[in-house]
């Protein structure tokens, strides 16, 4: 199967080295167009895949069209590729733009929306994907391998891919500032700055394996390393005492209400 990227920055770069570390494919069947010969020529460098001239270039060489450019670009990238798009299967990464509107770009292909997150970059994303109304098995399995390549991937109904966006899409951020936090918390007590961030790095990293290969429910994880009149309860208690939990809820609802508007609902 051949692929062609529209857009060459960090994303699609994250996902075309995941798709050949998992052999979806060799870098001879990957084509890749962006403005900037630049990015396009370090891509080549990187990964060996090809380049394209023009996005029209790039779609004809495929019957698969990845489309990884900003949201504001879509529309003029898709037109750019104008009829080279007909009869392919287009995968849009695109936040907020949604499958009618990618329809109505692209009326003539097959659409799947997908909604990756950063850690891609490392093989570690979590993507969930929705379908258009005439898209195959086929197409399915095909993005579906994919996002497997940069990590787990599940398929949504599209009415939750603003959910999706508002907790894994910019989940890594929350992520990052609870590293931050932890780290301070640390250095406030007398930790060494580097130290703090490490243990603070690596204690999210191992919490977040652990819960994922015991399959246990997180709170009893959390009840298992919290005895009576500790030092974890006391933590735990200063924690919901300033709302984290709830302020965490609120955050991926806002999110999820923000992506809604950006998309126009
Ligand atoms: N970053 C995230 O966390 C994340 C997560 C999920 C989804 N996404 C989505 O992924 C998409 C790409 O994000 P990114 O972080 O990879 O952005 P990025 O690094 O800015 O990459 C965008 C790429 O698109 C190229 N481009 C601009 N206009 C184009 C055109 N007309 N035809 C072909 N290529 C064009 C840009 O080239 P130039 O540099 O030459 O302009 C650049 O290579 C966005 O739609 C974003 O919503 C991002």
Redesign the pocket.
Known sequence: MKYAF???????SAIIQGMLRAKVCTAGDIIA????AE?LESLHNTTSVRVATS?EEAAGAAPVVIL????Q?AA??IQ?AGAALDGKLLIS???GLNVAALEKMAPKCRVIRA????PAIIGRAATAYTGGANTTQADKDCAEAIFASVGVVSYVQEKLLDAVTGLS?SGPAYVFLVIEALTDGGVSCGLPTNLARQLAIQTVLGAAELAKETGEHPAILREMVTSPGGTTAAALGELEQHGVRAAFIQAVRAADQRSKELSGQ
Not at 33 to 36: F, Q
Not at 115 to 118: E, I, L, V
């Open positions: 529209l857009g060459a920055g960090k994303m699609a167009a962006c403005p900037e990015i996005n990884c450019v900003k949201p670009e003029i990238a750019q990464i695109a936040a909604m990756p997150n950063t899409g």
